[in-house]
């Protein structure tokens, strides 16, 4: 019996290594060219997932999208975030993918490699049309897949009444004036804390990249990191400035931060469009009128982190054609529009903006500005690793008090041990 | 032949019987198990989905990278931390509460027992909430009631000193009901005549559990020790559910790098960190046999 059993084991190791060993990568190479779609109406069954909001809301709003298409069915699967990238990665290894399906600006990158993706056909989509950014976050490779769907950035919300009480007027311009602001906010208007940045944890890097690509820093040139340089080294040691100087806090608890601003112990912070809900919602009546957002500060530029969700069509679509006008209808500037009014998505198309719901809002305004500087990362498949790496050094930078220029050596060799993936 | 010819239809008749069992664990559990085995020493990546054979073979390198692994070694220590002070925690508060409920030191023996076993099981989820709540640096009862004293308290999960020893109490809060019971059945199968000599022979509360409580109770506190080992080396849910791994990954554990890894796509690497879990918990199991074990009285 135990020699069966042990016979069996070898048996089963030997194939599986058998197995292992027989195949081997190709070389790869090959470029993705994208297809032409064919001319006429939407016609068939088109099958969409998406996450959260716009998962709920998307069937309902597609309405209008088969009323000028009544030989077309858009069916719409909602999927939570938190099962997103299983769902998909699964689909794709079973090659079951629906036709279209919103891709998170992180999964880019790891899904475009695995080749399941469609290249995005140049002659519906025009580039110049969207922001550059967005863009920028559907390519691999030097091919886009999908197209940007909607946007969002970051910029620093403040106290417009404290920053008054502590003799500002002028919303800050500079690195050095945000500083001040912060220093002021603190001493002379009463704020324990000057502003919020986030200290380390999941997703910091998109906080302190905004300050990095300021100074002109990168991330990759072609195959290779470039974190460790002089003007990385610089934007951290700015960053974490703020933490020593005590102007901002090393630990803040979750949901402390939006009780606090509105009380006026968090002076300013830095964040993206949809804290401005948050903030009247926990306001209340009047608080819309206390605060109000400035740009990034401008060291060499002012540039800000553009993230958001692409829209792509899968290479095992059944209804390729189709799908395509789908993602073309929904890239129109009025549908844009009327996207934002249902979910409050922000236009990842640059002529939507022009429409007095959002031209209108002063807030809303600075956000569609800023888009037009601001950046993603580059969409390799090892991203996620990376800036997990990032994340847990610039928590060594603000909380343990990590050297600057360490930590960007630090980011650089735990990103050239992960490699692009390429 | 006819006895071979019955000697075939039993085996026949008995694989049938086995049939349902072994069909689901050969594709459920064998298969995968040498899948991952298989996985371990390629370099599969979640970018290599849609051509899973196509990836290279690399021997034992995702082994040797994992000794280099800053994070790995940093979870292995956490979890090797968490075991060897939480297993013994864990039962030594068990053991201490089974023999209380057992020898009538305490009344309301039910609702004692109860209230003990509940930890056990209430969600994870639940319990990730309340004990946010008391180890809250400002707002926490625990910090509360150390300012009542004099004593400023530390922001307990917050501070890389005192993370993981925080979660090692709260597991050993949430699991020891489980071993009580287990201990409190171990304590009722001892004769209760053996006490009776002992106190007539003159030997002391102390000396009885010495001497009885313990050798008696070998078998029942190995299996507790096995099974609180195995459950501890594979720590998760409570960093996942209140730290995250932080701050500064000092509550991250071999279970948690290899989530984040699956979920980083690095499949071949984080199967690789699987097996060296699943031989150290092998290894952990053996050295408690070792120890506990029956050492030829039976």
């Given amino acids: 019996m135990t020699r069966h059993r042990r016979l069996a084991t070898v048996v089963a190791i030997a194939a599986a290594m058998a197995l292992a060993a027989g195949c081997g990568r190709d070389s790869g190479g090959e470029q993705d060219t994208a297809k032409a779609v064919g001319a006429g109406k939407a016609t068939g069954e088109i099958t969409v997932w998406a996450m959260g909001t716009e998962g709920e809301k998307l069937a309902e709003f597609a309405k209008g999208f088969t009323a000028e298409n009544p030989d077309a069915k858009v069916t719409v699967t909602a999927v939570p975030w938190d099962a997103a990238h299983q769902k998909i990665a699964g689909a794709i290894a079973a090659r079951q993918t629906p036709d279209v399906s919103m891709i998170g600006t992180t999964y880019q990158g790891e899904f475009a490699k695995t080749g399941a993706l469609d290249p995005t056909p140049a002659d519906l989509f025009a580039k110049d049309s969207y922001f550059p950014g967005a863009w920028d976050s559907t390519v691999v490779d030097g091919t886009a897949y999908g197209v940007p769907w909607y946007v969002e950035t970051r910029g620093i919300y403040y106290r417009k009444d404290l920053a008054a009480k502590a003799g500002i007027t002028a919303a800050p311009k500079t690195w050095d004036e945000l500083k001040a602001m912060a220093k002021a906010l603190q001493t002379k208007a009463g704020a324990k804390w000057g502003i919020n940045l986030q200290p380390g944890k999941t997703g910091s890097w998109q906080s302190v990249m905004p300050f990095a690509w300021s100074n002109g820093a990168t991330i990759t040139d072609g195959d290779k990191f470039t974190f460790d340089s002089p003007a990385m080294t610089e934007a951290l040691a700015y960053y974490q400035s703020f933490f020593t100087e005590k102007l901002a806090p090393t630990f803040l608890p979750e949901g402390q931060l939006e009780p606090d601003f509105v009380a006026g112990r968090i002076g300013a912070f830095m964040s993206g469009p949809w804290h401005v809900g948050i903030l009247k919602d926990q306001g209340g009546a009047g608080f819309a009128d206390k605060f109000t957002v400035a740009p990034m500060p401008v060291k060499q530029t002012g540039t800000s982190f553009i993230g958001g969700s692409n829209i792509a069509v899968f290479k095992d679509a059944k209804n390729r054609d189709s799908a395509w006008k789908f993602i073309q209808w929904l890239s129109k500037p009025d549908v844009q529009v009327k996207w934002y009014q249902t979910v409050s998505d922000l236009p990842a198309v640059q002529s939507a903006w022009t429409d007095p719901a959002l031209s209108g809002d002063a807030i809303l305004s600075t956000f569609g500005a800023q888009l037009k500087d601001a950046k993603a990362p580059p969409a390799i498949p090892t991203w996620e690793q990376v800036s997990a790496a990032f994340d847990s050094e610039v928590e060594k930078l603000a909380v343990a008090g990590q050297d600057p220029a360490t930590t960007a050596k630090a980011i650089e060799s735990k990103a050239t041990a992960i490699g692009t993936g390429s | ?298």
Wanted: net charge positive; glycine share 10%; hydrophobic share 50%.
């Fill in chain 2, 1 to 298: 032949m006819p006895k071979e010819r019955r000697r075939l239809r039993r085996a026949v008749t008995g694989w049938a019987f086995a049939a349902p069992f072994t069909v689901l664990f050969v594709v459920f559990s064998a298969l995968p198990v040498v899948a991952a085995l298989a996985m371990s020493l390629t370099d599969l990546r979640s970018t290599d989905l849609r051509n899973p054979f196509a990836v290279d073979f690399v021997g034992l390198d995702n082994y040797t990278r994992l000794v280099g692994d800053e994070l790995f070694v940093k979870a292995a220590g956490n979890t090797l931390i968490f075991v060897v002070v939480g297993v013994p925690l864990t039962m030594a508060v068990a053991l201490a509460s089974a023999t209380g409920l057992n020898s009538g030191l305490l009344r309301f023996k039910a609702l004692f027992r109860v209230g003990f076993y509940l930890p056990a099981v209430t969600s994870i989820v639940a319990i990730a909430v309340i004990w946010r709540f008391l180890l809250d640096p400002e707002a926490g009862l625990l910090n509360n009631l150390l300012g009542l004293v004099g004593v400023d308290g530390p922001n307990w999960l917050g501070d890389t000193s005192t993370a993981l020893p925080s979660l090692i109490v709260m597991s050993a809060w949430r699991n020891f009901g489980f071993l009580m019971i287990v201990f409190l059945a171990g304590l009722q199968g001892i004769p209760v005549d053996l006490y009776e000599a002992a106190t007539i022979d003159g030997a002391g509360r102390w000396q009885q559990f010495r001497g009885i409580t313990l050798p008696l109770l070998r078998p029942t506190l190995l299996f507790g020790a096995v099974v609180t080992g195995i459950g501890y080396l594979q720590l998760f849910e409570e960093p996942f559910v209140m730290t995250r791994g932080g701050p500064l990954s000092s509550t991250l554990s071999v279970s948690y790098h290899i989530y984040n890894q699956f979920g980083f796509g690095n499949y071949g690497y984080a199967a690789a960190a699987s097996y060296v879990l699943f031989v150290a918990i092998v290894g952990l199991s053996v050295l408690q046999f070792r120890l506990l074990g029956t050492r030829g009285d039976s």
